[in-house]
């Protein structure tokens, strides 16, 4: 079956690291996105790219970094500089055929201790 | 500057009764919407979606309206179920650009027997 795929689901990190959250799809589509979701504050738009070797900042980019060197891949670095990382986020999908909706992943969160 | 509003946080709702979500929006340039559906812990799934040459568009239980006049739609359920329990998202996509969607806050809905 065709889907998205995060890992790990459940993630601690110390303060002052780096984690990588993973982000897979198996749906030929070209266009992947990360958002990050806070109690009471909906979806932000963290980075999103739009084809392979190129990636464009959201709304919220600093203090993550992203990667897109596969099609099927497009990881989530949150870096130490990201000031309050403990949130859930979410990886998500798209085509280009006209049907604009996102396929989502099932989402990573993310406890800074 | 929030684009994409739900001004309702949470709403409470009877088994068979009708729900009806709001959202409304400030760009003129969205021209696709979309609902999704969220349960805890997991990535949202795609509900229903309207374009803006459209002003109703219906699936089953699920009906999205949309007054572009007024910048408002609105999702209607019925009869609401106790499954329907969950939190809604209304997501704008502006034309012209890229397939990026703008998400407001959501508004969980509790649906009682």
């Known amino acids: 079956d065709g889907g998205i795929t995060q890992s790990p689901k459940y993630l601690f990190r110390k303060e002052g690291q780096n984690v990588t959250l993973s982000c897979e799809q198996n749906?030929?589509?070209?266009?992947m996105y990360w958002y990050r979701q806070d109690p009471g504050q909906g979806l932000r738009l963290i980075y999103y790219?739009?084809?392979?070797?190129?990636?464009q900042k959201g709304d919220i980019a600093e203090g993550y970094s992203v990667s897109r060197e596969k099609k099927e891949s497009f990881p989530l670095t949150v870096t130490s500089a990201q000031k309050n990382p403990t949130a859930f986020y979410l990886c998500?999908?798209?085509?280009?055929?006209?049907?604009?909706?996102?396929?989502f992943g099932s989402g990573t969160r993310l406890t800074v201790v | 500057d929030q684009q994409v509003k739900q001004n309702s946080p949470s709403l409470s709702v009877q088994e068979g009764r009708i729900s009806i979500l709001n959202c409304d929006y400030t760009n003129s340039m969205f021209d696709y919407f979309l609902w999704y559906k969220k349960y805890p812990a997991e990535g949202p799934t795609f509900l229903i979606s309207?374009?803006?040459?459209?002003d109703k568009n219906e699936d089953g239980r699920f009906t999205v309206f949309l007054n572009k006049s007024a910048k408002h739609l609105s999702l209607h359920i019925v009869p609401s179920q106790p499954g329907d329990s969950a939190v809604y998202f209304c997501a704008a996509r502006a034309s012209g650009g890229y397939n990026k969607l703008i998400f407001g806050a959501g508004t969980r809905l509790a649906v009682h027997p």
């Open positions: 998500a999908s798209s085509a280009w055929d006209g049907n604009y909706g996102y396929t």
């Open positions: 749906l030929n589509h070209d266009a």
């Open positions: 790219s739009q084809i392979v070797n190129d990636f």
């Open positions: 309207i374009s803006s040459i459209k």
